[in-house]
Nanobody, 115 residues
C-alpha cells in the first residue's frame, strides 16, 4: 500500500494563505479519487475537497472560492491551496487517495488560523 506524506501546515493569521502538499510513494495515476479531509477538535471528520477522475473537483460550501485542490503528476503530489483562511478552518487536515480495492491516508497535519 502506498504511503502519503503531508506537509505545509502551520500557524497563520486570519486572511492568510497556506498550501498543503501530499506526496504519494507510488504513481499518482493509480488513483481515481483524491481528496482532503479535516477534523476540528470535538467535531467529525469532514470532506473538504475532492478530485474524481472524469468528474472534476468538488468542495464543501464553506471553502468554495477560497480553497483549490490540484495535482502535479510528475511529482506524484496532491495540493490544497487555502486562501482567505478563517479561524474556523483550524483543524487537522488529512489527504486521501483511493483506487479500486483500497484507500490510503496521510498522517494528518495541523492547520491553525489565529491572530
Amino acid at each position: 500500500q502506498e504511503q502519503l506524506v503531508e506537509s505545509g501546515g502551520g500557524l497563520v493569521q486570519p486572511g492568510g494563505s497556506l498550501r498543503l502538499s501530499c506526496a504519494v510513494s507510488g504513481n499518482i495515476f493509480n488513483f481515481n479519487v483524491m481528496g482532503w479531509f479535516r477534523q476540528a477538535p470535538g467535531k467529525q471528520r469532514e470532506l473538504v475537497a475532492q478530485m474524481i477522475s472524469g468528474e472534476g473537483t468538488h468542495y464543501i460550501d464553506s471553502v468554495k472560492g477560497r480553497f483549490t485542490i490540484s495535482r502535479d503528476n510528475p511529482k506524484n503530489t496532491l495540493y490544497l491551496q487555502m486562501n482567505s483562511l478563517k479561524p474556523e478552518d483550524t483543524a487537522v487536515y488529512y489527504c486521501t487517495m483511493t483506487r479500486i480495492g483500497s484507500s490510503s491516508w496521510g498522517q494528518g497535519i495541523q492547520v491553525t488560523v489565529s491572530s
